[in-house]
DNA sequence: AAGTGGTCTAGACCACGGC
DNA sequence: CCGTGGTCTAGACCACTTC
């Protein structure tokens, strides 16, 4: 009998799972020949369609790539582009240690453009969450979060100085974050946020604007960010 | 028998075609359901799997959604975020006209940071091009673009103050644009640009520089613009 | 229960690239 | 020439949604 879904897992996926095994495990580095369909549907017990759309899918991940009479192989690793980051993340990515400061986190029912952001009434209640950002020591950011407090009542008794918050919705709101819609533009430091961010006053700043959604195309949040020009740059891909 | 391939075309590409063409004349308009996997196979005469195949790969491309147990429906047509557009394209789509004043245009050779952005030998030639960009009549942006001398001989005679820089690499040089790597940061406007923009001195800039690479991958331009924080913003998308 | 998409088979022939 | 990926068949069963 042929191997079909183990576990309620499709064969395909397995297989897939097997072929970035490889890769994390640095066994087959970008460049390299992937196992061809027909050997993939020997050694996985599958017919050729089988094999042929694990590696297809793979394909449009961008995992390998494929060349016709040639061959797969593993694609070079892109560099992840217009990618959506809690601030923990963006920092262990440019291996900094993150730390915050909350210096507001109150439910307030009178932020007539965040609820407007929010996509909610006028007057709803909003959890406005005030944060110093801070990398290696040295203030980067001030952000301010809005989030509905109806749907996320409690939230500002988590442990927000400890955990991030994108985790914190992920895993107790069992929300799932897709994708943001951002408006970049500069601003300069108004006096407080100079003495907060230690930079002189009307000092340009980077304003962020994102509107996060999640997977279900609902807003979750709504940030405001002011980053610090010297410190923060926004890196992203453009495509014609 | 049955109809495979008609003029080497294969027939899930004639499927994608058909359907293609009654989004296209707005038969079928976004929600709309379309014909069924197997109701497609027997219009078009040919097995489920080629049937299936059309549909996946068209809604890979974003054209239609599928929903399992329900059906396939024609996708809402994404807005074109983190596109990279020439200057008078996006006054274009923001129905404004575009006008620009160049302001240098002229062969250099020790332009240190454009030679290396534009991965050329240090002290190559490169035509370097300074335009103040204007929107309905008021200042916009101040833009310095960079070539490759070599590359790109004869451009600085190209009537640039009235057609478009991208259409004349893509007609004249035949290199076709692919993507552009952006750092975006904030910062303060030097008294020449202030004077030139028509902002206050200091006042807050949008800052881009971008590295535009041709579809092989080679870098064609490094354009450096300093954007009036009042008039543009920079509007993209990032996914999880 | 009926209809949808999702997975899968065990083959087949074609088109292409490199030797 | 051989091996690769690309297209395709004529079915099958499963999982899911809707009624």
Known sequence: MLAKRTNGIP?????QGAIRKVIEAGELRP??????ERELAKIH?????TAR????SLETEGVVERR?????????????????MSYTEQ????SLTAGSKILFARVIDNEEEATAR???APRSRVLKLERLR???GQPFALETCYLSAGQFSGLQSAQLHKESLFSTLERDYDVELAYSDEEVDATTADPRTAELLGVPKRDALLRIRQVIYSTKGVVILYVLGLYRSDRHNLVIRRYR
Chains 1, 2 share one sequence.
């Open 45 to 49: 017990n599958v017919s050729l369609m």
């Open 31 to 36: 460049g390299d020949l992937v196992a061809s």
């Open 118 to 120: 929010l996509a909610l």
């Open 11 to 15: 064969a395909y996926r397995r297989i």
């Open 53 to 56: 759309h694990a590696l297809a």
């Open 134 to 136: 801070h990398g290696a």
């Open 91 to 94: 920092m262990g990515s440019r």
């Open 68 to 84: 016709r009479g040639v061959g797969t192989f593993i694609a070079t690793p892109k560099i992840h582009f217009n990618k959506l």
